[in-house]
């Protein structure tokens, strides 16, 4: 099959959470969820007013500049005897495949 373009989005609300203190992570109370939530529809609300016509069109998250380093994939070693056994004992051919 065909793969389709993946857009990425991102919703925050960074300025409003550096400000809370590590306790927030474990705060269960409904007051607290509450005002995450009406947080999280302003965040919404600011968002699709600034991005509404990227949805459906193009990406507005540049994940590229997210990751450093350390957390890109590196090319991993190849497989090895018993994963290649594996494989083509359990792995249909391709005209196999095509024909079924």
Known sequence: ???????MHRIDADEAFKDLSASSKVNAEWAFIAYLRDLGR???????EENYDAVGQRATLDLSGELDDGFK???GP????????FLAAHIKPESA???A
Not at 1 to 7: L, S
Not at 42 to 48: E, I, N, Q, R
Request: avoid cysteine; aromatic fraction near 8%.
């Open 1 to 7: 099959g065909e793969y389709r373009d993946i857009r």
């Open 42 to 48: 302003s965040a919404a609300s600011d968002w699709l």
């Open 73 to 75: 994939p590196l090319r």
């Open 78 to 85: 190849a497989p090895g005897r018993r994963v290649k056994e």
């Open 97 to 99: 495949r095509r024909r």
